[in-house]
């Protein structure tokens, strides 16, 4: 396995490789990526896995406690991709990635990043979106993949490539879920056992709405915020059912008629986590 650490070692390494799959990450591993890592060793030649903290998505451009905070692993990271059978890893420093300062020209994702998460997090999705194209451009993957877990993510990769026509197939990979449940995510190491207990009604209110959807009982999303909200140790940020592809709220309370996205966001103590389900109506 390779690990360039400047874009020119990338490149050169690239350059007369057919069918790669990119693996975008910020480090902190677990087996979500584990299962990105996997998906795409499946369907490409070769492994292309990114791990860069990138300060764009971040409040204030990465001057925040959140982007210092941001558990760096490199070592260990690089060894659990080459475990799983990454080829080429790309870590730059944030000089390499912006060698003239934070870029003028950014991707700019309109009201598909500005709501939900983008809500919370002003700017977040122009810089999750900037930085994708960066690697696009630099990788030129076939194919890349990126966790369900973050479905409006996701959403926005899809409207990236739609709008700026990047070569390049999306690949969503399904949520990995803990014993407990809990979707797995690098901020979970910021939980405490106590706040891990705390966090599963995430997941469980998630799993009543499927098993609503699925037996054509009303959905009641007000009751599902509402024991979010006032569940032990939990604050609610937000719980909404929206269209999967353009996350349009849908409205819907009664019974499900079409397939839908419950995207969910909690605080619990200082760590906000994101949760989410597809729904398919009875039938
Ligand atoms: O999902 C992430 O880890 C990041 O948002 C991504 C896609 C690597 C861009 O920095």
Redesign the pocket.
């Known amino acids: 396995m390779l690990v360039a650490t400047t874009k020119k070692e990338l490149v050169d390494a690239l350059r007369h490789l057919t069918s790669i799959g990119l693996v975008?990450?910020?480090g902190a591993l677990h087996q979500g990526h584990a299962s990105l890592v996997k998906a795409a060793r499946e369907e490409n030649d070769t492994v292309v896995a990114?791990i860069?903290v990138?300060p764009l998505?971040f409040q204030d451009l990465g001057d925040c406690d959140d982007y210092r905070n941001y558990p760096r692993q490199l070592d260990q990271d690089v060894e659990l991709l080459n475990e799983a059978g990454v080829d080429i890893v790309f870590a730059p420093s944030v000089e390499e990635m912006y060698p003239g300062g934070l870029p003028l020209v950014w991707a700019r994702t309109g009201s598909i990043g500005s709501k939900l998460e983008g809500e919370s997090r002003p700017g977040h999705f122009d810089g999750?979106a900037t930085?994708?194209a960066k690697l696009f451009n630099l990788v030129r993957p076939d194919r890349a993949y990126?966790?369900q877990k973050?479905a409006q993510?996701v959403a926005v990769i899809r409207r990236l490539v739609a709008d700026l026509d990047f070569p390049v197939e999306i690949r969503p990979v399904p949520i990995i879920r803990g014993a407990d449940g809990l979707a797995e995510s690098s901020r979970n190491q910021r939980l405490s056992s106590i706040d891990r207990e705390h966090a599963l009604v995430l997941p469980e209110v998630l799993h009543d709405l499927d098993h609503r959807a699925k037996s054509g009982e009303p959905l009641r999303i007000e009751d599902a915020r509402a024991r979010l909200a006032n569940s032990e140790g939990v604050t609610l940020d937000h719980l909404e059912i929206v269209d999967p592809a353009t996350l349009e709220p849908l409205g819907v309370d009664g019974v499900l008629k079409t397939p839908a996205l419950v995207v969910a966001a909690i605080f619990v103590g200082p760590v906000r986590l994101i949760d989410n389900i597809e729904l398919h109506p009875h039938i």
């Open positions: 975008p990450t910020m990114s860069f990138n998505q999750v930085v994708v990126f966790g973050d993510q």
